[in-house]
Structure formats: C-alpha cells, structure tokens
C-alpha cells in the first residue's frame, strides 16, 4: 500500500508528549527540565521551581454514579500534587480551571469545592486562583507550583540500583472495578479500603520530600505500575526488572483478598491498574529506608521486565493510556 493509504498511527500518550516536545523546541535558559518528567523544573536564582499540571475528566477518571462532587474535588487535588510528591518538592500554591456541564448548580460547584479545600488543607498548598468555563462533561485541571532543593526525577536509575515500592498499588483498581461490577453497598473492610484509595487518594508528599538525597530516580504510579517503571527505565537508558516474588510480598493483604473475590489477578491489579499514587522509586541497597518496600532490580539495558517466579521473563506492559479507544 503506498505512504499515502496507510491508516494513521492511532495516538497514544508517549507519542503526545514527543509531539509536544518537538513542537515547543528546546527549553529557555533557566529550564532546567522540561516535557518529559513528573513536572518542570525552573531555576530562580537559588531556587528550584517545580510546576505541573494534572486534568481530571469526567468518562475518563470517574463516574459520576460512583463518586461525591467532593470526591470529585479532592482527587482531582491529590493527583496533580502526587507529581511533585515524586520529585521531592514541597508544594506552594495551586491554580484550578473547571469546565462545568449545563445543569450544574451553585450546590453543585459548593460540594466541588468542599473537597478541593479539603484536599488543599491536607496537603498545605493553597488554592489562589483559576479558571471557570462552560463545557460538555465535568472536568478539573489542576496546576500546582512547589519548590525542591534537589528535585528527583525519572532519568537517574543505575545498575545496580534497587527497585522501591512506596505506598500500595491495585487498591484504586480494585475499587474501580468493585464500581464497574455494581458492588458498591459492599461494607467489608477490604472494600471500604479500596473505595477510599478510590475516591480519596494521597500524595505521599512527605515520603518524596524524605527521599531526596538518598534516591536515585522516582515517578509517580498514576497509570500502572508496569507502565510507569517502564517510563523510568526510558528516561534512565537502563533496564528495570520488576520481580514476581518480591511484588507479592509487598501487596497489601485487603488487594490479595479482592482479587478473589473478583475474579482477577491481584498482581494484574497492582501491575496494570493505576491511580494509586505510590512512589516507584530506585536507590542504593545500604539507602533503603524502612517505609520502602524492594519490588525489583536496576540493570544494564533497556526496557521494563517481569521477572516470574519460576526466573523466565517477559517485557512489561499494560496501564492506563488516556487516548485508548
């Protein structure tokens, strides 16, 4: 078939971002890191900025069926702060722009709200502006600006770093899909866990803020913990080996018991399901520190692996991609 007949490429995330970073060009003085990362960096004299923006859209992040407005709210918050929990900053104020759907009332836009300061509150960054608009579906974008002495990033993993859980994974994807299959009157413990990692995620701000000068590399998982170690072993050029066994001992015992439960794969959750907002995170072995938990190994190569139990390998994949049809 000829160049001109081919079907297009369908667009996935990495490929946006690559767009975007060829479009703008390189960086302007003072940029210390540009697209490509959790957030930016910029210097201002001794200081180093980090600004990043996050967008919560209704059909995409949640349903409105299965979360408060408040809900709404303080997630949106949480995961545009967990970028800067991922490298180690500590937030200063934040920006929110709202694209509001006929219908919505002023109660409405209360109860929003309500929970955006809550999450503000929390996290100690304030709200000092933003932006309202009318549009088709409810969404959030929230864009928040901290400061770091010594931001980490996804491009330092060595070989012969450990790879480090911080925080749970699959709880979020549990809760979701506790939602998807119409269990919501669910009121066991294991539930109500992974309805709240859900509905009320938290940045683990000083956790990331604790990891600075002992951690090599650090992101964020908010589209799968599969896809985004993956991401740091293209930033760091080295190959990422997540272990079978090592991930199973680190799962929280409430995700293992739902996965039964569910029918699925409580490493398929944890793998492939994201919003958890857990740091993933490489280092010295001697730096460890006791709140982090080893999943895997730093190697010479590339790529993202998955190290089974019996020692066979495979390429990681799987994760959420915002442009997935």
């Known amino acids: 078939m000829s160049r001109r007949g081919r079907a297009p490429r369908r667009l996935d995330e990495t490929e946006a971002v690559r767009l975007f970073a060829r479009a703008f060009g390189?960086?302007?003085?003072?940029?210390?890191?540009?697209?490509?990362?959790?957030?930016?960096?910029?210097?201002?004299?001794?200081?180093?900025l980090v600004w990043t923006v996050d967008g919560q859209v209704e059909k995409t992040h949640f349903?409105?069926?299965?979360?408060?407005?408040?809900?709404?709210?303080?997630?949106?918050?949480?995961?545009?702060?967990?970028?800067?929990?991922?490298?180690?900053?500590?937030?200063?104020?934040?920006?929110?722009?709202?694209?509001?759907?006929?219908?919505?009332?002023?109660k409405d836009l209360e109860r929003l709200a309500r929970g955006q300061a809550e999450a503000a509150r929390a996290c100690r960054c304030p709200i000092v502006g933003g932006n309202v608009a009318r549009g088709p579906l409810?969404?959030?974008?929230?864009?928040v600006l901290g400061t770091a002495r010594r931001p980490l990033t996804r491009g330092g993993a060595r070989p012969g770093d450990e790879v480090w859980?911080?925080?749970?994974?699959?709880?979020?994807?549990?809760?979701?899909a506790l939602f998807q299959s119409g269990r919501m009157r669910a009121r066991d413990r294991a539930s109500l866990r992974a309805y709240t990692a859900f509905r009320r995620p938290r940045a683990l701000l000083a956790r990331g803020m604790a990891l600075v000068g002992v951690a090599h590399a650090a992101i964020d998982v908010s589209d799968g913990l599969a896809l985004d170690a993956g991401r740091i072993a293209g930033a760091s050029a080295c190959r990422i080996v997540l272990e079978q066994r090592a991930l199973e001992r680190a799962l929280p015992a409430p995700l293992v018991a739902l996965?039964?439960?569910?029918?699925?794969?409580?490493?398929?959750?944890?793998?492939?399901?994201?919003?958890?907002?857990?740091?993933?995170?490489?280092?010295?072995?001697?730096?460890?520190?006791?709140?982090?938990?080893?999943?895997?190994?730093c190697e010479k190569g590339r790529g993202a692996v998955w190290e089974s139990a019996d020692g066979s390998s495979r390429p990681l994949a799987g994760g959420f991609d915002h442009f997935a049809s």
């Open 63 to 106: 349903e409105r069926a299965w979360v408060t407005l408040a809900d709404v709210g303080f997630r949106s918050f949480q995961a545009a702060v967990s970028d800067l929990a991922a490298m180690g900053a500590r937030p200063l104020a934040a920006l929110s722009a709202l694209s509001l759907p006929r219908g919505f009332s002023g």
């Open 165 to 176: 859980l911080v925080g749970d994974v699959g709880l979020a994807a549990a809760g979701l």
């Open 26 to 48: 390189t960086p302007a003085p003072g940029i210390e890191l540009g697209i490509g990362d959790d957030a930016a960096v910029l210097a201002l004299g001794r200081e180093r």
């Open 138 to 143: 409810l969404s959030v974008t929230t864009s």
């Open 259 to 297: 996965a039964e439960r569910l029918g699925r794969s409580a490493l398929d959750l944890a793998l492939t399901g994201g919003e958890d907002y857990a740091l993933v995170v490489t280092g010295a072995a001697r730096q460890r520190p006791r709140f982090a938990r080893r999943i895997g190994r």
